[in-house]
C-alpha cells in the first residue's frame, strides 16, 4: 500500500472504512435523544420549514437547530433512510479528524507522526457520537475546527499574520452556538484567551480585528436566536430558557463522578496512553506549546461543567479530541520510556479483552454467527501484537478495525427484527399508509427512527378516533404492547361494525438500555436464561382492519 494511505491526510481513508460500510443498516438505537431530533427533522421535512424545529405540529425550541439541518440536507443528499440520516454524522467525525491532525502538526510534530485523528476516531466515544444523529461530535467539530482556524493565525509572527484565519475561528465558534447552545461559542472564547495569555499574545489586546472578530461571530451565533424571537418569542422563551437552561440549574442528583467517569469510557482504548502521556509531559515540560494548547483547550469545559449542578455523561465529550492529540505526542516522544511502553502493552490486552469478551457474549447470545465473533478475536489479537512491538499507528487502526466489526455486529443484533416488520408489513395488505399511536405526545417516541428504517415517514397518531379512521382506510397500525391491550377491544367492536375484522401479528424491537445477563449467557448461553427474549425486546402489534371475507381467504 502506497505512502498516501500512511500519511495524513490519506490515512483519514481508514476511519471512511471504518464508519461508511454498512451504515444504511445500522438501525440500533445507541442513544435515546436522537430519536427525538429525528423525528423533529421528519416533521420540518413534512412542513417544508427551515427556520423553526417541529414537534407535534408546533415549535419545538429545546435545541438549536444545525442537527436538524444537517439530517435534512442528508436525506435530501441520499434519500430519506438510514445513511442520509447517519452519514452528516461520519463526515462531521472525519472532518474532526482531519482539523485535529492539522492542529497537531502546527504545534510542532513532524507530519508523517501525526496519526490525532486516528486516535480520536478509535475511541468509543466517536464511535457512539459518529454513527447516530446526535448533536455531540458537532460540537468537537466545532471546537476543533475553531482551534484549527486560530492555530493558523498564531503559527507566524505577528506582522505576517493574516486577520482572516482570526475571523474564521470566531465565525465557526459563533457557528458552534446552533448546534446546542451559545456556551459553547462561550467556552471557546475563554479557551482562547488562556491560550493567548499563557503563550504572551499580548500584542493581541491592540489588534482591532480581534475585537471586530468577536463581534462578527457574537452576530453569527445570535442570528439565528433573535430571528425566533421575533417569529415565536413567547415559546421560545419557555422552551429554551426557562425549561432547558433556568431549570437544570437545580440539577439532576449526578455526582462529579458521573460527569468524570464516563470519560475514560469515552476515550477507550487509550485512556491508559492518555494518563501516561499526561504524567511524561508534565515531567519532562520540554513541549510547551503541547502543555499551552491542552491547558487551553480542557480548561474552561473542565471547570464549567464540574462546577455545572446538572451533569450529564457526554458532557466532556469535548475533551476526548485534546486527549487524542496527547496520546499522539505520547507515542512519539515518549514511546521508547519504560511506562509507556508496559502503558502501550496494558492498552492492546484490554482492548483484546474487550473485544474477545463481546464476541464471546454476542455468540452466545446467538446474536452474531461465529466468523464474526472470530474476527472481534482476531482482531484483538493483532491488536495485542501491534501494541507490544510498540507500533501503536496500526495498533490504531487495528481499533478502527474493530469498530468495524462491532457495527456488523450491531447490525446482526437488530437485521431481525427490522426484517419482521418489513415483511409483515409486505403481507399486511395495507394502502401503504403507516402510523403509530401517541397519546402521550411523547418526545423520545420511535416513530422517527422506525420511519427512517422502513424508509418511508409514518404517521403520529393521537387519539383512538385518529386509528379507526387510519384502519377504516386500510392502513397499518404499530401499537405498543400496553396500547394494544387497551384499546384491542374497542378498535375490534369499531372494525366489526364496518364490516371489518381486526387482524393483528406481534413484532418484538430490540431495547436499549437493558442490563444484560452477561455472566449467565457467557457460561451456558442463551439458553440459560428462559426471559432472555422478553430483556432484550419489547413487544408491538402490528394492527390492520380486513374485509371479513379476504380474512376467510
Known amino acids: 500500500m502506497g505512502k498516501i494511505f500512511w500519511r495524513h491526510p490519506g490515512h483519514l481513508v481508514w476511519i471512511l472504512f471504518a464508519y461508511l460500510p454498512f451504515l444504511g443498516r445500522f438501525g440500533i438505537p445507541l442513544t435515546g435523544d436522537q430519536k427525538t431530533y429525528i423525528a423533529v427533522a421528519m416533521e420540518m421535512r413534512e412542513k417544508g420549514e427551515w427556520l423553526r424545529p417541529l414537534l407535534f405540529g408546533e415549535g419545538n425550541y429545546l435545541k438549536p437547530p444545525f ?10 443528499a441520499f434519500g430519506f433512510n438510514l445513511f442520509g440520516t447517519f452519514v452528516p454524522s461520519v463526515i462531521a467525525l472525519a472532518l474532526t479528524a482531519w482539523f485535529l491532525s492539522e492542529i497537531a502538526s502546527s504545534l510542532g510534530e513532524r507530519r508523517w507522526y501525526v496519526n490525532s485523528g486516528l486516535w480520536f476516531a478509535a475511541t468509543i466515544g466517536a464511535m457512539t457520537y459518529g454513527t447516530t444523529a446526535q448533536m455531540e461530535i458537532y460540537v468537537c467539530l466545532f471546537y476543533t475546527a475553531a482551534w484549527w482556524a486560530a492555530m493558523m493565525y498564531f503559527r507566524v509572527n505577528m506582522e505576517e499574520r493574516s486577520p482572516a484565519w482570526l475571523y474564521l475561528a470566531f465565525i465557526i465558534a459563533g457557528v458552534s452556538s446552533l448546534v446546542k447552545s451559545p456556551l459553547y461559542a462561550v467556552l471557546w472564547v475563554l479557551s482562547f484567551c488562556i491560550y493567548g495569555t499563557i503563550a504572551g499574545e499580548w500584542l493581541l489586546l491592540k489588534s482591532k480585528h480581534l475585537y471586530l472578530a468577536l463581534a462578527v461571530g457574537v452576530a453569527v451565533g445570535l442570528a439565528w436566536f433573535v430571528v425566533i424571537l421575533g417569529v415565536d418569542g413567547d415559546r421560545f422563551w419557555d422552551q429554551y430558557w426557562i425549561q432547558e437552561q433556568v431549570n437544570k440549574k ?49 480548561l474552561p469545559p473542565a471547570i464549567f461543567f464540574s462546577a455545572y449542578p446538572y451533569r450529564t455523561s457526554v458532557y466532556l465529550f469535548i475533551l476526548v479530541p485534546a486527549l487524542a492529540i496527547l496520546v499522539d505526542w505520547g507515542c512519539f516522544r515518549t514511546n521508547r520510556t519504560r511506562t509507556f511502553m508496559w502503558a502501550s502493552r496494558g492498552t492492546g490486552l484490554l482492548l483484546f479483552v474487550a473485544l474477545a469478551l463481546a464476541a464471546l457474549a454476542l455468540h452466545r447470545a446467538e446474536f452474531i454467527p461465529v466468523w464474526l465473533a472470530l474476527a472481534l478475536v482476531f482482531t484483538g489479537s ?8 510498540g507500533w501503536m499507528r496500526v495498533f490504531a487502526i487495528c481499533s478502527l478495525g474493530g469498530i468495524l466489526f462491532f457495527r456488523i455486529a450491531a447490525v446482526e443484533v437488530v437485521s431481525g427484527d427490522t426484517q419482521r416488520l418489513v415483511d409483515a408489513i409486505a403481507k399486511s395488505g395495507s ?22 428504517t422502513l424508509e418511508k415517514p409514518m404517521r403520529r397518531l393521537y387519539g383512538l378516533d385518529d386509528c379507526v379512521d387510519l384502519l377504516k382506510r386500510g392502513g397499518l397500525l404499530i401499537l405498543s404492547d400496553e396500547e394494544y391491550e387497551r384499546y384491542h377491544q374497542t378498535l375490534k367492536q369499531f372494525m366489526n361494525d364496518q364490516g371489518l375484522e381486526l387482524v393483528s401479528e406481534p413484532w418484538r424491537r430490540f431495547k436499549r438500555r437493558q442490563r444484560l445477563p452477561i455472566r449467565e449467557v457467557l457460561l451456558d448461553g442463551r439458553a440459560a436464561v428462559p426471559d432472555f427474549d422478553d430483556i432484550i425486546t419489547r413487544e408491538f402489534q402490528i394492527v390492520v382492519a380486513k374485509k371479513k371475507d379476504q380474512k376467510k381467504g
Open 431 to 452: 394502502n401503504g399508509e403507516l402510523a403509530m399511536l401517541d397519546e402521550a405526545r411523547n418526545i423520545w417516541h420511535e416513530i422517527g427512527l422506525v420511519s427512517v
Open 382 to 389: 493483532a491488536a495485542v501484537i501491534v501494541s507490544w512491538m
Open 250 to 298: 437545580g440539577g439532576n442528583g449526578s455526582t462529579i463522578w458521573n460527569l468524570w467517569g464516563p470519560l475514560f469510557y469515552m476515550a477507550f482504548p487509550f485512556t491508559l496512553l492518555a494518563i501516561t502521556a499526561a504524567r511524561a509531559l508534565f515531567l519532562r515540560r520540554r513541549s510547551n506549546s503541547i502543555i499551552t494548547f491542552l491547558v487551553a483547550w480542557c
Open 67 to 76: 442537527q436538524y439541518w444537517m439530517t435534512l440536507l442528508g436525506w435530501k
